[in-house]
């Protein structure tokens, strides 16, 4: 899969594997399921069975604030790593980083928003399980 001007970045599954990569390392475990949308200025990542069973014992008995609390501390720690990472792979600046997870669902999301650029219009995608 080739980016077309003005992405920079050769294949969004590229982008998908490092931060997934480094999601592991700090949560246990990585998420079973990833999926990874480019456009010209985003970079949205989102996992799918990526809590771990003590999060999803927390979530049961009413916990969730707690689960997502623990996340955010957790996320802070890899920010950066992520980042760099994401900076890398595009070629671009990341001027803000935002995550979070919706624990009734098992649904995480990283979100990168570029340097802007004008926006070409195009979007690919990156599914893996």
Not at 9 to 16: I, L, M, N, V, Y
Not at 55 to 72: D, F, N
């Amino acid at each position: 899969m080739q980016w077309h001007q003005p992405c920079y970045c050769r294949d969004p599954s590229e982008a998908q594997r490092d931060v997934k990569r480094g999601v592991a390392p700090n949560f246990g475990r990585g998420p079973t399921k990833a999926r990874t949308t480019l456009n010209t200025n985003v970079v949205l990542v989102v996992f799918g069975e990526t809590m771990t069973r003590a999060e999803e014992s927390l979530a049961a008995a009413g916990e969730s604030e707690a689960v997502r609390s623990m996340r955010r501390t957790l996320e802070r720690q890899m920010r950066q790593e992520a980042v760099e990472a994401v900076e890398k792979i595009v070629g671009r600046k990341v001027i803000a980083y935002l995550s979070d997870i919706d624990t009734d669902a098992d649904v995480a999301a990283l979100v990168f928003t570029l340097e802007p650029r004008p926006e070409s219009g195009r979007a690919e995608v990156a599914d893996s399980s």
